[in-house]
């Protein structure tokens, strides 16, 4: 037999930060709109220049608070922007620094 045919239609995102290639693995797309500035696309179907983003809560971070959107969607990222992103971002998990003010709050003990 010849080698597996490729599956014909999976079209690959890639995630602007880490560069993860990945048809399956949830990539969210942001989209440059005219009107309101970046925002989420979960249709994948808004008009505009649009960048992926994967569910990996380190690359949210980088692209809040670093360039690559700029570069990605030939932009400048407005305070606005990187707030709404930022609302949208996955949470970020073990980092300790939640933990820690839960500890000291101990509510209802
Ligand atoms: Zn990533």
Redesign the pocket.
């Known amino acids: 037999m010849p080698t597996r045919s490729r599956p014909k239609h999976v079209p690959q995102r890639t995630?602007?930060?880490?560069?993860?290639t990945d048809a399956k693995r949830r990539?969210t797309r942001l989209v440059r709109t005219t009107e309101a500035g970046v925002q989420m696309d979960p249709t994948g179907k808004r008009a505009g220049r649009g960048a992926y983003?994967?569910?990996?809560p380190?690359?949210w971070q980088q692209a809040i608070k670093g360039e690559v959107l700029n570069k990605a969607l030939r932009t400048t990222l407005s305070e606005a922007d990187r707030a709404h992103i930022a609302a949208a971002a996955p949470p970020l998990a073990g980092e300790g620094a939640s933990i820690d003010e839960q500890r000291q709050d101990k509510p209802e003990r």
Not at 15 to 20: K, P
């Open positions: 995630c602007v930060v880490c560069r993860t990539l983003l994967c569910d990996n380190a690359c």
